[in-house]
């Protein structure tokens, strides 16, 4: 099939949509460690998100801990391993899903602030815009505020799939509730089991 003139394989237009996906994310992040806005009352390293670029599935969480603020890495403290370890329990490659959140530094007050979530929507917005997924899993209500722009208590709404603006939401809790609280870890566990099945669905 040409494009822009040049023939490409079915093969060779996968390998660019996935190279052009790779350049628009890396331009964001780029505008992400420069953006003076995100930055503001928060500390360590930016933290914008890593995986995938052509991810099915998206992963959102609320800012990034201590150990991401250090890394850059997003989900790689203790609630990161119980995610990761859940998406690999679902069945589902880590390899090919996007984790991110809406706040890509750690807030300096540890809780985001709504003018925080506020403004990292703007750069979540335009990663989701790129990567295009075919369901993006909110993990709690930080990233539910942040998609949604309603305040949505997830431990009441879990297992729900929102259908918006062309976009498929999945709601379920943030894995650090469910270190927490045992109620919160039954709920995410039956929650990724029922993501096991909707994934199947939409392949
Ligand atoms: N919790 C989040 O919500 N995001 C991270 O990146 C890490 C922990």
Do not use: W
């Not at 237009?13 to 628009?24: F, G, H, N, P, V």
């Not at 990161?80 to 880590?94: N, P, T, V």
């Not at 390899?95 to 959140?101: A, C, F, N, Q, R």
């Not at 335009?126 to 993006?136: C, E, G, N, T, W």
């Amino acid at each position: 099939m040409p494009i822009n003139g040049t023939k490409y394989s079915k093969k060779g237009i996968a390998k660019k949509i996935l190279m052009d996906k790779q350049l628009k994310l890396l331009a964001i992040a780029k505008q992400i460690e420069k953006c003076q806005l995100c930055i503001k009352d928060k500390i360590g390293k930016a933290v914008p998100g890593e995986g995938n670029s052509d991810a099915e599935i998206v992963f959102i969480g609320e800012a990034p801990g201590k150990t991401e603020s250090l890394t850059g890495r997003p989900f790689i403290g203790r609630s990161g391993k119980l995610l990761r370890k859940l998406i690999e329990q679902a069945g589902i490659d880590e390899e090919s899903v996007y984790i991110t959140s809406p706040v890509k530094y750690l807030p300096k007050y540890i809780t985001p602030k709504p003018q925080d979530i506020a403004h990292g929507r703007i750069h979540l917005n335009a990663q989701l815009d790129v990567i295009s997924p075919k369901i993006i899993v909110m993990l709690g209500n930080v990233a539910a505020f942040a998609l949604l722009n309603e305040k949505i208590m997830t431990s009441k709404r879990h297992g729900e799939i929102v259908k918006r603006d062309e976009r498929h939401y999945f709601i379920t809790v943030h894995p650090a509730a469910a270190l927490r609280f045992t109620k919160m870890r039954e709920i995410l566990l039956s929650d990724f089991k029922k993501l096991k099945k909707i994934v199947k669905l939409y392949n």
